[in-house]
């Protein structure tokens, strides 16, 4: 909801009045006041917008994925590097349904800028795999598939991988 910057302000602001706090000998108040703090600085490195939208994808609604990624106007001013990664991330994750080139488009911008998680960059170079499978380009489909294979180290995404390779052998 609030600009990346106006985050960071408002948590040196919670903390100078924390410090204020501790200075008055209300050590309870500065306390609570540096958990606010917190919260702040947890939503600079989390987008609230983008947590609302993994909370949607969790339950299967699309459409509501899509409603609260369109909330967030300009991604690049808006978000860290890795959101506007994860940001992309989802949006190829709702276009692989629709449009394989605009959603190898998103999941090939989300490599590019980064993802947190070892099982997010798998599942996006299968979900590149698949793409790449389906528009007859086997080589750079085996590649990708070999890397998700490596990245999925608690063997999360291992059905699907055989699944593809056994599909990839029929082409």
């Known amino acids: 909801m609030f600009n990346k910057n106006i985050k960071?302000?408002?948590?040196?602001?919670?903390?100078?009045?924390a410090v204020y706090q501790f200075i008055e000998?209300?050590?309870g108040n500065g306390i609570a006041?540096?958990?606010l703090s917190s919260m702040f600085i947890f939503l600079y490195f989390r987008n609230e917008i983008i947590l609302m939208s993994f909370l949607k994808m969790r339950k299967q609604d699309l459409e509501g994925t899509e409603k609260w990624l369109s909330k967030i106007k300009n991604?690049?001013?808006?978000?860290?590097t890795k959101q506007q990664g994860y940001y992309n991330y989802l949006h190829g994750i709702i276009y692989?349904?629709?449009n394989l080139t605009q959603a190898e488009k998103y999941f090939k911008k989300a490599l590019k800028l980064g993802l947190n998680m070892d099982y997010d960059v798998a599942m996006a170079k299968l979900s590149l795999a698949g793409i790449a499978m389906q528009k007859r380009?086997?080589?750079?489909?085996?590649?990708l598939?070999?890397?998700a294979k490596r990245l999925d180290k608690n063997n999360m995404l291992t059905e699907q991988i055989k699944m593809m390779q056994q599909q990839m052998k029929k082409i």
């Open 75 to 80: 991604p690049e001013a808006a978000l860290v």
């Open 96 to 98: 692989s349904q629709r």
């Open 137 to 143: 380009r086997k080589r750079e489909a085996t590649t």
């Open 25 to 27: 000998g209300n050590i």
């Open 8 to 17: 960071l302000v408002l948590a040196a602001l919670v903390i100078a009045y």
């Open 33 to 35: 006041l540096l958990l």
């Open 145 to 147: 598939l070999q890397e």
